[in-house]
């Protein structure tokens, strides 16, 4: 007898939200990152097709040739990432928009377009896979590598480190969390909100170079995580129009909810944690650093402030499809335009 295949929602199989087999390397965080965007995709029943992915340069700008195989992919120039996406979702504002980014493709030569992305709003998912090293060419060090890192080849590193979620939260990212490759759970559930949101999610998500940064001492290894983890709460995604009933151990809840009638449904690890209160998640981050903590959840959230789509006047069909006499001003327009400049 033949076992039958599970499908989803959107009447597909798990299997149709792979990519091409990882060429990185074997135990790489990014892997178990790729893992769980096929794993929130499928559950979320998404349609591939109505996805498109976009990269940068760098062992994390590969990682969406290992998911979602049947998207649209552009793979830009270093650092460039957020250009590319936001005029191809000005082109088309249907689309659902994934980025995947590392430390040095957004905390180097990419902090300028990460900045902007953020205050822009645009309504895309935006993972930033950070080693702390530039694994592609050979372990040096990155951006938001700690200060004192000692690594083979490379000496100490001298400098302070950049705080992704620090920047974030100081940007006005509407969306801000932090994970480590190590909980897959809290990655996939985070994923999982970060599509629900209309506007950009950053997702920080600490993700070890078992080749160059995995000394037990380092702030981007296994072990380091492991022991250093503190989970702001218990993360729970419920989907809109789904009878669901979330049982919770004791605790108090708050539900958040998406743009899209969803709710992210966070259960209370610390009483006075509260995720749309910017003033006091900076001092609680500052505070972390300080005690060499890693602070993984949903951080902060507005889910209230404006996309940049909605600060346009677009039309609802998709601008790359409108016909030329669509797109072309009247004649009378132009002479308007013209006599204007007289």
């Given at each position: 007898m033949s076992r039958q295949v599970q499908v989803n929602l959107a009447n597909l199989t798990k299997s149709d939200y792979r990519g091409a087999q990882s060429t990185l390397c074997q135990g790489c965080g990014h892997n178990s990152i790729a893992s769980q965007i096929i794993a929130a995709c499928y559950e979320l029943n998404i349609v591939p097709e109505n996805l498109v992915k976009f990269s940068g340069i760098g062992c994390s700008s590969k990682s969406p040739t290992y998911f979602l195989g049947r998207s649209f992919g552009f793979n830009g120039l270093h650092g460039r990432m957020p250009s590319l996406a936001t005029g191809a979702l000005f082109a088309d504002t249907s689309l659902l928009s994934m980025g995947i980014s590392g430390d040095g493709d957004t905390a180097s030569i990419g902090m300028g377009q990460f900045k902007h992305i953020m205050r822009r709003n645009v309504p895309m998912v935006y993972i930033v896979e950070n080693n702390g090293v530039y694994g592609l060419t050979k372990g040096q060090f990155s951006a938001t590598a700690e200060e004192g890192l000692s690594l083979k080849k490379q000496g100490a590193n001298p400098y302070m480190p950049v705080?992704?979620?620090?920047?974030?939260?100081?940007?006005?990212?509407?969306?801000?969390?932090?994970?480590?490759?190590?909980?897959?759970?809290?990655?996939?559930?985070l994923i999982k909100a970060a599509m629900s949101h209309k506007g950009i999610a950053i997702l920080d998500i600490i993700s070890p170079c078992v080749t160059f940064n995995n000394q037990d001492a380092s702030h981007h290894s296994y072990t380091w995580g492991k022991e250093h983890e503190v989970a702001l709460h218990e993360l729970s995604y419920v989907p809109p129009a789904e009878d669901i009933l979330v049982d919770y151990k004791e605790g108090e809840t708050i539900e958040v909810e998406m743009h899209d009638g969803s709710q992210v449904v966070l259960r209370k690890l610390e009483n006075d944690y509260d995720p749309t209160d910017r003033a006091g998640i900076l001092c609680m981050l500052e505070e972390a650093n300080r005690m060499g903590e890693l602070i993984t959840g949903l951080i902060y959230i507005n889910p209230g402030q404006k996309s940049l789509f909605e600060m346009y006047n677009l039309v609802d069909e998709p601008l790359n499809r409108l016909t030329e006499e669509r797109l072309r001003p009247a004649k009378e327009t132009i002479t308007e335009l013209n006599a204007m400049m007289f």
């Open positions: 705080d992704i979620v620090w920047e974030a939260v100081v940007a006005k990212s509407s969306f801000v969390a932090r994970s480590f490759a190590g909980d897959p759970k809290q990655v996939k559930e």
